[in-house]
């Protein structure tokens, strides 16, 4: 049975039992001389089949991170064992972890996203996705520098990781994303280009949003991926009914404006 499968008072039931067994783990495991140790019970939800009890997992290890100051430098020591850990699941857990922590405290796990990025199993890749874009919408500059620094990797796989983990933010900022995708514009890597292209059309659909977008891509040289753009943009218009403006309103915008 699985987690929603259950009752509310049951599922509250387990979050609760989940961070009091994490917390006891944690206790436990404080004075421990093994640099390599990760707890069992942490080990077990973070490689539970269930995405729900990993969830559970990884936001209790980030209020325990948050609320106990005394334990802190031994959950980051839990953590980056975890990314050592040869089950991709539990590999996953700790990258969600170090989202939600990074949301208020980011300098500590920054350096612990390089090594995630780089993570051959696409699932904690893209957790890396999902972490930096919670982490872009709460707590921008250090995501945002982050995302600068391997704008321009040699790896495209980097490169469509963190155009992807800053999209978040550009939904209520198009403004903050915008300069980053411009300098690669050139990209001629498909996954990353058509990645850049689904960016833009996320984040031009909120209020002013589409103006800001438009007006920005018409000043970019690369012509056909501006032409792309605004197709994509289009099909946001047509496809999202919870739009800022219509989808004609938005095919008038882009024709004044982009050709």
């Known amino acids: 049975m699985g987690f929603y499968d259950l009752s509310k008072e049951e599922r509250q039931k387990i979050v609760k039992e989940t961070e009091n067994n994490i917390l006891t783990a944690i206790n436990d495991s404080a004075g421990k001389l093994d640099k390599k140790l990760v707890p069992d ?19 209790a290890i980030s209020r325990i991170y948050l609320g106990h100051n005394d334990l802190r430098e031994k959950i980051l020591q839990i953590l980056d064992n975890m990314l050592e850990n040869p089950e991709e699941r539990v590999r ?13 405290d980011a300098n500590c796990v ?29 707590n921008p500059e250090p995501t945002f520098n982050f995302a600068r620094k391997h704008l321009h990797d040699e790896d495209p796989e980097i490169r469509r990781v963190v155009i992807h983990g800053i999209e978040l933010r550009g ?6 994303v915008l300069p980053l995708l411009e300098e690669l514009q050139d990209e001629e890597v498909k996954s990353v280009r058509n990645m850049i292209v689904h960016v833009i059309g996320q984040i031009s659909y909120k209020e002013e ?19 792309d753009a605004a197709k994509e943009i289009l099909l946001v218009h047509i496809r999202y009914k919870f739009a800022v403006r219509s989808p004609e309103y938005a095919e008038e915008y882009i024709k004044k404006h982009l050709t």
């Not at 996953?92 to 208020?104: A, L, P, R």
């Not at 090594?115 to 872009?136: E, F, T, W, Y």
């Open 171 to 176: 939904r209520t900022h198009p403004g903050e």
């Open 92 to 104: 996953q857990t700790s990258v969600y972890s170090m989202g939600e922590i990074g949301k208020k």
């Open 110 to 138: 920054m350096k612990k996203f390089e090594r995630a990025i780089k993570d051959k199993h696409p699932s904690v890749r893209n957790a890396v996705i999902g972490a930096l874009k919670q982490m872009g919408q709460k």
């Open 209 to 227: 949003s589409l103006e800001k977008v438009v007006n920005s891509l018409k000043k970019w040289h690369n012509k056909e991926l501006v032409g």
């Open 41 to 59: 019970v942490i080990l077990a939800y973070a490689s539970d089949s269930d995405t729900y009890i990993r969830k559970n997992a990884y936001m």
